[in-house]
């Protein structure tokens, strides 16, 4: 699909995704100007405290924004605010370099001069070195909001939304279209944004130090004129938006139900099914925390009470969260779970879902006949010949790959860690040989693959089961009603269908959630 | 007045100012001057607080300058420096308010104000909404020196104000500085390397060598006395002459003339002559040492016989000169009547010298032929 067949399908999406951006982008730059510009200034008077600080901020911005990110989940949960304090820290380094070099650049002799006519250290600083520096400190503020429009596109991947959303969610399901739908609006939004911060600051710089705005007064002056009110506006339409946002912070309704999912199409359309069912079926007003990244995101933000439930699978509760070595018995799974996340997290898993969304692996079927493989264990053989690309958390966990490899005594001739939906791109285009696959996986059947057979039982179960945590489903107990008859309407096969509809049709999770509840009778058109 | 009382500096171990003692009278021009590194900068500097003192005390009128907090302080005086001084980001007319603004005057007052200030250093009305870098150098100082005047301090401080300027315009500057102070009777104290200038401007000069003061006094005596052997190298030896009218008849004329009273025989004047190896002798009162006239030779040549007494014959010169009279005047008075001598009296007529065509060219001639002769201010 087209980025514009897309965006004209999802044009109001596109919308809200955009302001919701710009939001999120105005936010952190003004929050990093109102520190970052306080913190120049103090470095430049305390010359000593410079190096360190300014350290510091380069060392932030060293740090890749993903693990940055992973850092501040604990502390800030998910949602905008976390987004918004990385970005903060990301934008603070030009800021505060630029005032300093700024500030440090003016002649001691004007200073000094300054002092010797009796200004106060505040008069000067207002009236000298603020504006002499002004120029260049929005050169730096400059660079700021354009890194930052482009860094807010990972606000998605914790559920603050943005228009990383359409990029991430593109991504998962290889949507080019609407990949491009998230990053030509972040484009064009950092170009108009650079474009109205060099007016800025050409506004800023006093006339006397343009020397060809010296010569024709007259036109720097309409000029300036008509860059104000360019501005004026601008800025009123940001004010705007910040201030709609702050009423609906406030707003915020007590009777919230707030889903959460991570961030691939299953997940999507679950928390989409789960929605609109509990929309349809309770008084309750559903907040959508879609698309939020791996398990300890989406497990951390419901223990933190960042959202009341998403659907975990049992396999992954049971060995990851809990840390016990896999199994492949599914009540034992599904049992220990139960009882120990409930203990020690207080949250509750409801009736396991009627899918299985384990993990297997897929290879081409010219692969597949070229080296004989139909079932995992012939892995054992041909395991060494082939390059494999999985997804990290497949390739990190304990029962992933080091366990494969184990279990069938091989080691495959490289792997690497490959997200989402681009292990079928590289698999396709012949950079990797074997992939990992979720067995309800949509995209096996776009891309035609033989899934390996588990002839030795080796991959624990997946079973899909929604959690919520204790005091939410003491306050919401109907919430469990119409959770468990959707899950008995869910096997692999049609989970698969479903996941084919987005991830093949190019139809988006919620449109595809919303026909299945139609089509079963479940809600109302 | 300004009285530095045993003021010293140290930065870090290293004392740059050796207990100065100093005093700065009221509505005087002072000059500090000295080679670069010899703390004068920082001696004005201390005096607004802009360099603290390490000891000693510095008081205006009296008053220790560590009583008055340092902005109100730097308020009361008035303070250019080189250039810099200027905002470049703001107008003229908001460089020259800003010192009435930190006085919070009222705009009227300020609008008055400006207008004077104006006129006072010759800047037209249109240059106040330009920048300081649309102004020469020259037009830039004025409107430094129009902002140090602004709320009209008693005291201003000058770092050098005009040292970066072309010669024509630093000129015009030390002349138009040097008709408002004597207009205003401002306390200025000037911080300059240029002797020139100091000269020039100055009512009284403060040379300084390795934060000690070397000496403190008026240009011609500077000039005239150096107190010791660094003041006269560094004023130059010839300075003078480009000051001529600090050469003042009492220090070129002959002094040690023959004299003979009224009542001497010609005779024995003649002889005095002779033995003298001079061709005029001076008539004075005996007594009262009152210049009477003169006796030449050309004067007795005429004469028949040598009988008669020196008051028969002897010239009264009406055109003579009295002891301050500047070499500029001495000449234009021997040009103008055309004499080949005039006699220099003092404040009571009495003839204590002569200065003659003859003697003049020796003298003017000094500066251009090395002096193998005496040393010192030699004329």
């Known amino acids: 699909m087209s980025i514009f067949t897309y965006m004209f399908a999802n044009w109001s999406q596109v919308f809200t995704l955009l302001i919701e ?61 976390p987004a ?35 200004m ?31 860094l807010m596109t990972i606000a998605a991947f914790i559920g603050a939304g943005g ?72 800025a009123l339409v940001v004010i705007g938006l910040l201030f709609n946002s702050l009423i609906g912070q406030l707003n915020k309704d007590k009777n919230v139900f707030r889903i959460g999912s991570k ?88 009736k396991q879902m009627n899918f299985n969304n384990g993990y297997s692996m897929a290879i081409t079927k010219s692969l597949a006949t070229k080296y004989k493989i139909s079932k995992l264990s012939d892995l054992t053989n041909s395991g060494r010949l082939l390059r494999a690309g999985t997804t990290l958390e497949f390739l990190n966990r304990a029962d992933g790959m080091a366990s494969l490899e184990h279990a069938f005594d091989f080691k495959f001739k490289s792997a690497k860690g490959l997200d989402g939906a681009s292990r079928y791109i590289a698999l396709e285009s012949g950079d990797v040989d074997i992939i990992d696959a979720f067995t309800t996986d949509g995209l096996l059947k776009k891309f035609d693959l033989v899934v390996l057979k588990d002839d030795k039982n080796f991959f624990p179960p997946y079973f899909a089961v929604p959690l919520v945590r204790s005091d939410v489903l003491k306050k919401h107990p109907e919430i469990v009603k119409p959770i468990e008859e959707l899950g008995a309407l869910l096997d692999d096969e049609t989970m698969k269908g479903l996941n084919y509809q987005v991830e093949e049709k190019g139809k988006s999770p919620e449109t595809v959630a919303h026909e299945f509840l139609v089509e079963k009778g479940l809600i109302e058109k | 007045m300004i009285k530095f009382a045993n003021v010293t500096k140290k930065y870090k171990n290293q004392e740059v100012l050796h207990g100065i003692d100093l005093e700065i009278p009221k509505g005087k021009l002072i000059s500090i001057i000295g080679s670069s590194g010899c703390g004068k900068t920082t001696m004005l500097k201390m005096i607004n607080r802009l360099v603290p003192i390490t000891s000693g005390t510095i008081s205006i009128n009296g008053k220790n300058i560590l009583d008055t907090p340092p902005v109100e302080l730097r308020k009361q005086i008035g303070y250019v420096i080189q250039q810099t ?47 300081p870098t649309e102004l020469s150098g020259g037009q830039q100082q004025r409107v430094g020196v129009a902002r140090a005047f602004s709320t009209n301090p008693d005291i201003i401080l000058m770092d050098e104000p005009f040292s970066a300027l072309d010669p024509i ?55 005239k006395n150096p107190a010791n052997d660094f003041v006269e190298t560094f004023i130059g030896k010839n300075r003078i002459w480009s000051s001529p009218e600090f050469i003042k008849a009492k220090d070129i004329m002959i002094e040690n003339i023959p004299t003979c009273g009224p009542k001497t025989s010609l005779l024995s004047c ?89 003697s003049l060219i020796a003298i003017l001639g000094k500066q251009y032929l090395s002096d193998d002769s005496d040393e010192g201010m030699v004329i």
């Open chain 2, 270 to 358: 003649l002889e005095k002559m002779r033995s003298e190896v001079l061709d005029y002798i001076l008539v004075r009162n005996r007594l009262t040492s009152e210049f009477l006239g003169v006796l030449t030779a050309g004067m007795l040549r005429d004469l028949p016989n040598y009988e008669g007494i020196a008051s028969d014959i002897m010239g009264q010169p009406v055109l003579t000169l009295s002891e301050t009279d500047s070499l500029v005047e001495i000449l234009q008075k021997i040009n103008e009547h055309n004499r080949p001598y005039l006699i220099v009296l003092d404040e009571n007529k009495v003839a204590t010298g002569i200065i003659t065509r003859k």
């Open chain 1, 163 to 234: 228009l990383g959303y359409l990029v991430f969610s593109g991504i998962q399901t290889v949507n080019n279209g609407q990949i491009m739908a998230g990053a030509l609006p972040a484009c064009i939004l950092a170009l108009v944004l650079d474009w109205l911060l060099s007016l800025v600051e050409e506004l800023v710089t006093p006339i006397s130090l343009q020397p060809e705005a010296l010569k024709n007064r007259d036109t720097i002056t309409r000029k300036r004129k008509k860059q104000k009110a360019t501005l004026a506006v601008a």
């Open chain 2, 85 to 131: 001084g200027l905002f470049p980001h703001m107008t003229i007319e908001e460089n020259i308010a800003l010192p009435m603004l930190l006085h919070k005057w009222s705009e009227k007052d300020i609008a008055t104000r400006m207008k004077e200030l104006l006129n006072m250093v010759s800047l037209s009305h249109d240059m106040l909404q330009r920048f």
């Open chain 1, 21 to 81: 951006h710009i939001q999120l982008t105005a936010l952190a730059v003004s929050i990093a100007i109102l520190v970052g510009v306080p913190i120049g200034i103090l470095i430049s008077y305390k010359r000593w405290l410079g190096k360190p600080v300014l350290s510091f901020a380069n060392l932030v911005q060293a740090i890749p924004s993903m693990a940055l990110l992973g850092f501040a989940i604990p502390f800030f949960g998910i949602g905008p605010v």
């Open chain 2, 169 to 223: 315009t630093r000129n015009n500057l030390q002349e138009e500085l040097n008709d408002l102070q004597k207009e205003l009777l401002k306390t200025i104290v000037f911080v300059t390397h240029d002797m020139d200038e100091a000269i020039k401007i100055s009512d009284t000069i403060c040379l300084m060598r390795n934060g000690s003061i070397e000496q403190f006094a008026t240009p011609e005596e500077l000039l």
């Open chain 1, 120 to 150: 106060t250290r505040w008069q000067i600083l207002r009236k000298i070195q603020f504006p002499l520096t002004l120029p260049i400190l929005m050169a730096g503020v400059r660079i700021s909001a354009v890194t930052a429009v482009g």
């Open chain 1, 263 to 350: 961030n691939f199409t299953e997940q999507m359309i679950l928390g989409n099914l789960i929605g609109d069912l509990l929309e349809a079926k309770t008084d309750l007003k559903v907040e959508r925390h879609l698309n939020l990244g791996g398990t300890n995101v989406c497990f951390t933000a419901l223990d933190t009470n960042e959202i009341d439930m998403y659907v975990e699978y049992t396999g992954t509760l049971y060995a990851e969260v809990l840390a016990n070595p896999p199994i492949s018995d599914v009540v034992k799974v599904y049992d220990t779970s139960k009882k120990d996340i409930q203990e020690k997290y207080n949250i509750v898993l409801l």
């Open chain 1, 84 to 118: 918004v304090i990385i970005v903060i820290l990301y934008s603070l380094l030009p800021i505060i370099k630029n005032t300093y070099t700024g500030i440090t650049q003016i002649s001691p002799q004007m200073i000094e001069s300054a002092t010797g006519i009796g």
